[in-house]
C-alpha cells in the first residue's frame, strides 16, 4: 500500500480532485442502488458460447470497496467471466452459464431477478469507449438514470459529483452541451466511467478501460480508480502488469490450456502475486515469460 | 514548375532542371479485364439514364399539344377536368391534392408499423425468427398491386367504414375528418391510403431494418449495461441512429404512393377534387394521377396529351422525392447521430 501512497502525492491531478470536492453532499438517487459497496462472489462459474465452454469452475471473492484485478493471456475468458458477473453474457446467442455470483450474498441469477437491477447496481466500463454521441456530455452522464427510469432532484449536482469523480470535470465543466462524441479517446473512456458512476453502482466492472489511451489518460483513470476505493468494488480486467500492480489490492490470473476451458490458476493479494506467487504459472506471467 | 498544370495526366517532364518540390499526379493504366468491365457498368449505368430521359422526353413531347392550348400554370391550378365543354378545361390540381393526401395517409399509416417490424425484426427475434420475419415482409413486397387492390375494394372497404364513421363522429370538427349527411364512407381517401400503405411497408421496413442494423454494438451495450431495458435501450440508441434511416425510407414510400396506381384506380371514383372545396378525405370521392390516367387511357387524342401532362408531373415529383430520399438514406449510412 505505501507505494501507492507516495504514488499520490506528486500527482497534482489528485489534489486538484480532492479541492474541486463540493461540499455539499451526494446527490440522492430515489430507487437507485442501495448506498455502499458491495461483495461480489463467484462460486462454480462456468459458462458456454453455443457448445462450446470456455470458463470452468471459477472461484473468487471480490471484496467490498477493492480493487480486483483480473490477469491473463488473450482468450483465456476474462471478459467472458467480466460479462457473467452482471449479466451482459445472456445477451450473446447462444450463451449459458452454471455456478452462482453472489451480490452482497443474493444470487443475480436467481429466478425473480431483473437483469436490469442487476445491471443498475453492477455498472460496466469497456475497452473500446463508447459514449452516446449523439447525446450532449450532461445527458450522456444523466443517461443511466434515465433509462433505468431513476428520480434525481440535484441533477447538476449529479453531474458535476459524476464528472469529478471520473476525473473528468475541470476539461468539461464549460461544455456539457456539447457532444459526447466531440471528445478525445481519454476524455470519452472518462465520460463513461462519469456514466456508469452517476447511477451511483455498488460495483464496477472494466474490461481493459485503458487499452485504447494515451499515458496521461491512462494515469487520470488509474486515478480515479484509487479514488474509488472504499466507495465502489471494482473489477478490472488489465493486460498492463504494472497497471494491475498498482492498481489493485487483489489479482486472479486466468489461464486456459489449448483447447481447453479457462480457469483460475491463482489468486491472492497482488504484492503476493508478484513478488512470489504459488504457482510457477503465475510468476512466469507477471514476469512476461510467456502469454 | 509554373507552366505545368496540375491536372494534365501524364505530367510532362520539365525541360530545364528543377529545383523544389513539383506536383505529380500518379494514374494507373487500367488492364484489359478492368477496362472492359468499366465500359459494361458504365454503359449500364448510362442506360438507366437514357431511360429515364427518354421517358421524361417523350412525356414532354406528348403533352406539349394540351399544356399550350391550356397554359402552364392554367393546367397546374386548375382542379377540374372537362373534355366536354369547348374549349375543354382540365387541370391536374384536383388530382394533384387526391395523390398527395393518399400518399400521406398511406405513409402516416406505413411508418409506425414499418418501423416496429423493422424493431422487431433487428432487435427482438432470435436468428430463426429474424429470418421468417424478413421472409414474410419480402413475400408482402412480392403481392401484385392488383391483388392488394382487389382485397381493399372487396374485402377492407367494407370493413373499414365503422373505422371512418368513428373517426369523423369524434374527430369531425377537423376539417378533413368532416362528412357530408348520408355521404357514403367506402371509396375513400383515407381506404385507399390504408391499402397503399400496405403496399409501401416493405421497402420502408427493408430500409429502417438495413440503417438499424448497423447500430454500433458498443452503444447498444452500453445502454443495456446501465439497466436500460431493451425498450429503453432502443429509445437511446437505435431509434436516433435510425433517425435518417427512417426519414429516407419514408421518403422513398412516399415516392412509392405518390405513384401507385391499381388499388387507388379500383378504389377510388377518380374524380378530381382540391383542399377547401369538398375534400372529406373519409368519404367517398377523389382522384390520383396515376389511377385517373389508368381509368381515362384511351379517350381522345387532346385527353390523352392531358393524361400525359399530368405523367409528367407525376414523374417529376416521384423523381424529386426519390432522389432527396436517396440523399438522406445513404447520408444516414455514415455517420448518422454523430451530429457535431
Ligand atoms: N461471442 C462469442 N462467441 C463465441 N465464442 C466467444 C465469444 N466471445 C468470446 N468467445 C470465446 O471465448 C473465449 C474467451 O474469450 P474472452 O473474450 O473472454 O477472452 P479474454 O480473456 O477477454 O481475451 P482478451 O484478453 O483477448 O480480451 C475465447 O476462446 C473466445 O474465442
Ligand atoms: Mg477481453
Not at chain 1, 5 to 22: C, F, Q
Not at chain 2, 137 to 164: E, N, Q, R, T
Not at chain 2, 173 to 187: D, K, M, R, V
Not at chain 2, 296 to 304: K, M
Request: proline share 6%; aromatic share 6%; glycine share 10%.
Amino acid at each position: 500500500m505505501t507505494d501507492l501512497d507516495e504514488r499520490a502525492l506528486p500527482m497534482t491531478d489528485s489534489g486538484i480532485l480532492l479541492a474541486e470536492r463540493p461540499s455539499v453532499g451526494r446527490a440522492t438517487i430515489i430507487g437507485g442502488p442501495p448506498p455502499g459497496a458491495a461483495t461480489l462472489e463467484a462460486k462454480g462459474a462456468c459458462a458456454w458460447f453455443g457448445e462450446r465452454l470456455v470458463l470452468e469452475g471459477v472461484d473468487l471473492i471480490m471484496p467490498a470497496g477493492q480493487v480486483t484485478a483480473l490477469i491473463g493471456p488473450s482468450g483465456c475468458g476474462k471478459s467472458t467471466f467480466l460479462r457473467l458477473l452482471n449479466r451482459m453474457h445472456e445477451l450473446i446467442p447462444g450463451a449459458a452459464l452454471d455456478g452462482e455470483i453472489l451480490l452482497d450474498g443474493d444470487d443475480i441469477y436467481a429466478t425473480g431477478t431483473r437483469a436490469q437491477q442487476v445491471r443498475m447496481r453492477i455498472g460496466m466500463v469497456f475497452q473500446k469507449p463508447n459514449p452516446f454521441p449523439a447525446m450532449s456530455i450532461r445527458e450522456n452522464v444523466l443517461a443511466g438514470l434515465k433509462l433505468a427510469r431513476l428520480k434525481c432532484d440535484e441533477k447538476d449536482d449529479l453531474v458535476e459529483q459524476s464528472l469529478i469523480r471520473a476525473g473528468l470535470w475541470k476539461e468539461v465543466r464549460d461544455r456539457l452541451d456539447s457532444a459526447g462524441g466531440a471528445l478525445s479517446g481519454g476524455q470519452q473512456q472518462r465520460l463513461c466511467i462519469a456514466r456508469s458512476l452517476a447511477v451511483q453502482p455498488n460495483v464496477l466492472l472494466m474490461d481493459e478501460p485503458c487499452s485504447a489511451l494515451d499515458p496521461t489518460s491512462t494515469r487520470r483513470v488509474e486515478e480515479t480508480i484509487d479514488e474509488l476505493r472504499g466507495e465502489v468494488t471494482v473489477v478490472i480486467v488489465t493486460h498492463n502488469m504494472q497497471q494491475a500492480n498498482r492498481v489493485s489490492d487483489s489479482c486472479a490470473f486466468f489461464l486456459a490450456a489449448e483447447n481447453q476451458p479457462g480457469v483460475v490458476v491463482e489468486q491472492g493479494p497482488t504484492r503476493k502475486m508478484f513478488e512470489n506467487p504459488d504457482d510457477p504459472r503465475t510468476l512466469d506471467y507477471v514476469e512476461g515469460r510467456f502469454g | 514548375m509554373s507552366e505545368t498544370a496540375v491536372d494534365d495526366a501524364p505530367a510532362p517532364i520539365p525541360a530545364s532542371p528543377k529545383v523544389g518540390p513539383t506536383p505529380r499526379i500518379v494514374t494507373e493504366v487500367p488492364s484489359a479485364v478492368d477496362r472492359r468491365f468499366n465500359a459494361v457498368t458504365m454503359g449500364a449505368g448510362i442506360s438507366v439514364l437514357v431511360l429515364l430521359l427518354l421517358v421524361g422526353g417523350f412525356l414532354l413531347i406528348q403533352s406539349s399539344d394540351a399544356i399550350s392550348q391550356t397554359g402552364i400554370l392554367r393546367f397546374l391550378t386548375r382542379t377540374e377536368w372537362r373534355t366536354d365543354v369547348q374549349p375543354p378545361a382540365i387541370g391536374v390540381f384536383g388530382l394533384l391534392t387526391g395523390t398527395v393526401l393518399v400518399a400521406l395517409v398511406a405513409v402516416f399509416f406505413a411508418v409506425p408499423l414499418s418501423v416496429f417490424c423493422a424493431l422487431a425484426i433487428t432487435e427482438y427475434s432470435t436468428a430463426r425468427r429474424r429470418k421468417w420475419l424478413i421472409g414474410v415482409v419480402d413475400l408482402l413486397a412480392a403481392v401484385p398491386s392488383l391483388l392488394f387492390g382487389l382485397w381493399g375494394f372487396l374485402f377492407l372497404s367494407d370493413k373499414m367504414v365503422p373505422i371512418s364513421r368513428w373517426l369523423s363522429d369524434n374527430l369531425g370538427f377537423i376539417p378533413f375528418f368532416h362528412t357530408e349527411q348520408n355521404a357514403s364512407l367506402t371509396g375513400s381517401i383515407f381506404i385507399a391510403g390504408v391499402v397503399v400503405a400496405l403496399m409501401v411497408l416493405p421497402i420502408i421496413t427493408s430500409v429502417t431494418r438495413e440503417v438499424f442494423s448497423q447500430t454500433p454494438a458498443g452503444e447498444k451495450e452500453a445502454a443495456l449495461a446501465l439497466g436500460g431495458t431493451r425498450w429503453g435501450m432502443i429509445r437511446a440508441v437505435v431509434l436516433p441512429y435510425g433517425r435518417g434511416g427512417i426519414i429516407g425510407g419514408s421518403m422513398l414510400g412516399l415516392g412509392r404512393a405518390l405513384g401507385e396506381t391499381i388499388a387507388v384506380a379500383l378504389l377510388l371514383p377518380q374524380v378530381p377534387q382540391r383542399i377547401g372545396d369538398s375534400i372529406h378525405i373519409l368519404q367517398n370521392g377523389g382522384a390520383t394521377v396515376s389511377g385517373f390516367i389508368a381509368n381515362r387511357a384511351g379517350a381522345d387524342s387532346f385527353t390523352v396529351s392531358g393524361l400525359m401532362a399530368a405523367g409528367l408531373v407525376l414523374f417529376i415529383i416521384t423523381l424529386a422525392t426519390n432522389m432527396v430520399a436517396s440523399v438522406v438514406v445513404s447520408k444516414s449510412r455514415s455517420g448518422a447521430g454523430v451530429d457535431l
